[in-house]
């Protein structure tokens, strides 16, 4: 058996992060996939010296509107890079990367994604909720392949009142509207796992974003927003997870998974 321990993190700006030289930890880190989210870059726009080490394999997604969005995949584990998330993605607003690989008896998709936000204006919001049903419906196909799944990112909804220290001042906001919880309620009941809860059961004050308003950091007023999901045949593989709070450098800080298999 082996651990392999999976990044997710959501810098806001990767050359933002850079300046302020906030993925240097990753060199010590010893991590086998890093996911980053919101990277606002084209991929040769990604600055050489975020950090150290080099990545056997990399993958970028870049927004068709400069300094949006964008993800990038980092693994040394050997992948099969894939770029079919077309039809989820349809805006073309690089959201997705794709990878897959075999850890132990497992053929494995990898996800790392950035969920649109739904707060700007309605049809953001309408073209959030058609993403979530684009993504899983993409994924219940890989699994009727055989693949078992894990997916990370910055899904932009809090799932349940524990998941943000002002639930009911946010009702009506979206990121913990109720259409959007209940995405997540039926995206879980196809046979996903918040690893978070899996692990950490009812852990309170656990959150991964916090507004740059009203000293929110500080105060610990925040959302969890980010996550690590599983398939269900992966479950018993989980040997941790668990939020880098302590991480700076962007609104959102670091989450981890570990998988021994």
């Known amino acids: 058996m082996k651990t392999y321990k999976f990044v997710s993190w959501n810098v806001n700006g990767v050359r933002a992060v850079d300046k302020k030289e906030a993925l240097k930890w990753v060199d010590e880190a010893s991590i086998d996939i890093l996911g980053l989210q919101e990277i606002k870059a084209q991929a040769e726009q990604i600055p050489a010296s975020i950090f150290d080490k080099e990545y056997e394999n990399v993958l970028v997604s870049s927004s068709a509107i400069k300094g949006r969005s964008g993800t990038a995949l980092y693994t040394d584990i050997t992948t099969t890079l894939e770029d079919n998330c077309r039809g989820v993605d349809i805006l073309d607003e690089g959201r997705i990367n794709e990878a897959h690989f075999t850890l132990g008896d497992k053929d494995i998709a990898f996800f790392n994604v950035y969920f649109p936000n739904g707060q700007s204006k309605e049809e953001r919001l309408v073209y959030k909720m058609e993403f979530y049903d684009r993504f899983l419906d993409h994924c219940e196909a890989l699994k009727k392949e055989g693949k078992s799944i894990i997916i990370c990112g910055d899904v932009n909804t809090a ?4 998941d943000l220290a002002r639930p009911k001042a946010n009702e009506k906001v979206s990121g913990f509207l109720p259409m959007e919880r209940d ?36 105060n610990n007023v925040g959302w969890r927003i980010d996550y690590f999901y599983v398939s269900d045949d992966l479950k018993d593989h989980v040997k941790d997870a668990y939020i880098l709070s302590e991480v700076m450098g962007s609104d959102h800080c670091p989450i981890a998974l570990e998988i021994e298999i």
């Open 159 to 162: 799932h349940k009142e524990i």
């Open 183 to 218: 995405w997540l309620d039926k995206f879980l009941s196809h046979g996903y796992i918040d690893t978070f809860r899996h692990v950490n059961d009812d852990k309170p004050d656990s959150y991964s974003w916090w507004s740059y308003r009203a000293n929110a950091r500080a």
